[in-house]
């Protein structure tokens, strides 16, 4: 006899069928996984026959086959366990293969028995409902499962819950869908003293989605800055919060169930590798640029990470996707992230800061400076709408009592800019489109056309500044953020001219005060 059991493998966040083939013969007694299974699906036989011992069953001493089909590709993943566990079930007689038909399984047997949970459940779902198949989870991520829709959920929390389900002993409860706990209390910005162009410039980067780039000398609140935008940012839309959620639950990030309902916020070290930035491993698991989307990725220090760590970056932030080619896979992670990136102007970090004598006393200013910032390229550079410098804090910012908005006044005027992009992009039939950093060509053209005297003064900058096409294009896209803070209609000059005043090229020029 053979029982056959519907599974999943992974390539990246798209999920591909895998038809799980048990088979007893007669013979000298074996456990033999093949299908191409990596180490942890071949460990997948003990798992099972302890689990089974836990609960009074044993492993018939017979020739068990499992087949993992299709044959020729590779299996990954700890998931594998309850699929073959099952139709070992089916093939010994204790359950009938008609109890599981329709059914997609994945979960990971504890050596008692217990389904623990694991990685990829809710790109399961959604796949296994777009099949009109039901899903087999384990009972943690129940909830998780349940947002796939109109969907039948079984989610027990053991090997012997499910036989008894299926034997009609008791009845497993449709689980209810679930957030995830991520509740997280942000700082104000309120209580950063000073630095007022700065949260100007944090305010346009979170309506409009724009990256920005803080240059500034030590301790001058720039990581201060960066740790608040997520407290002005709008919570996720379902939709944004299912593509999220799909991510961090291939990556093993969803532990306990339940989609996300705060926006990603990642600030990896600047000894991250490329491999932890943009994707890829032996698994080719998303990077941190793939689990910032829809969110926030701060790079601080950001001449000190790799050079090529930063270049594999220029892609993703044009597209809002990262390719990953290796040589047994070519898998594709959205990437939509928000690129918040800080910088001191030099390696000892006071070039031209006026309040510190270290910036006299360096004997290689300002050339120091200009090789410093050369470590960033000027194609990354083009790509950041907003550079900021963030002077050093004065003592009279320092003791004047704190008077600015705090976070939850400029998250209203956040959002009410953000509802406006949205409602102007789906008034244009572009439903995929959220902000106006993600606006290109014609559509551009349609939404930020500046009125005659900033058209202008646009064009006279961009051959007096050198701006490349890029550049040209960003300008436009902060102008029209700038013009829905503001609730106007029309992109005018001062709205051309505020954008400007937060672009700058030439890196190595620019930015070095001489």
Known sequence: MVARVNTVAFLGIDVLAVD??????????????????????????????????????????????????????????????????????????????????????????????????VAGVLPAA???????????????????????????????GSLLGLINHFKGAYV????????????????????????????????????????????????????????????ILPPLDPAEALSVSMIHSVAGELKTGGL?????????????????????????????????????LFLDELPEFQRAALEALRQPLETGQTSIARANAHVTYPARFQLIAAMNPC???????PLNDAAETCNRAPKCGVDYQSKISGPMFDRIDLHVEVPAVSAADLSRPANSE???????????????????????????????????????KEIAAPARDGRALLTEATEKMRLTARGYHRILRVARTLVDLDDYDEIGRVHIAEALAYRRVVPGRQLVRI
């Open 126 to 156: 959604i796949h296994a409902s777009s099949q009109d198949f039901g899903l087999i989870c384990p009972e943690a991520q129940g909830g998780e499962a349940a947002w796939a829709g109109e969907i039948q959920v079984l989610a027990p």
């Open 347 to 353: 390696r000892c970090g006071y070039l031209g800061d």
């Open 172 to 231: 497993l409860s449709s689980p209810e869908p679930k957030l995830h706990d991520d509740t997280v209390t942000y700082p104000d910005i309120a209580d950063i003293k000073g630095q007022e162009s700065a949260k100007r410039a944090l305010e346009i980067a979170a309506a409009g989605g724009h990256n920005m780039l803080m240059i500034g000398p030590p301790g001058s609140g720039k990581s201060m800055l960066a740790s608040r935008l997520p407290g």
């Open 406 to 444: 705090n976070s939850a006044v400029i998250a209203e005027r956040v959002a009410r800019a953000r509802n406006i992009q949205r409602q102007r992009f789906l008034r244009l039939d572009n439903n995929d489109l959220r902000t106006n950093a993600e606006a290109d060509g014609n559509l551009l």
């Open 260 to 296: 996300l309902k705060t926006r990603p916020y990642r600030d990896p070290h600047h000894s991250a590798s490329m491999p932890s930035l943009v994707g890829g491993g032996l698994k080719v698991k998303p990077g941190e640029i793939s689990l910032a989307h829809h969110g926030v």
């Open 20 to 117: 799980v083939q048990v088979h007893i013969a007669s013979g000298i007694p074996a456990f033999a996984v093949v299908g191409l299974p990596d180490k942890a699906v071949a460990e997948s036989r003990e798992r099972v026959r302890a689990a089974l011992s836990a609960i009074g069953l044993a492993v018939p001493p017979k020739r068990i086959t499992v087949n993992l089909s299709p044959a020729d590709l590779a299996k990954e993943g700890s998931h594998f366990d309850l699929p073959i566990a099952i139709g070992l079930l089916a093939t010994m007689g204790v359950i009938s293969p008609d109890d599981f038909q329709g059914f997609v399984a994945l979960g990971e047997l504890a050596l008692d028995g217990t389904i623990s949970p």
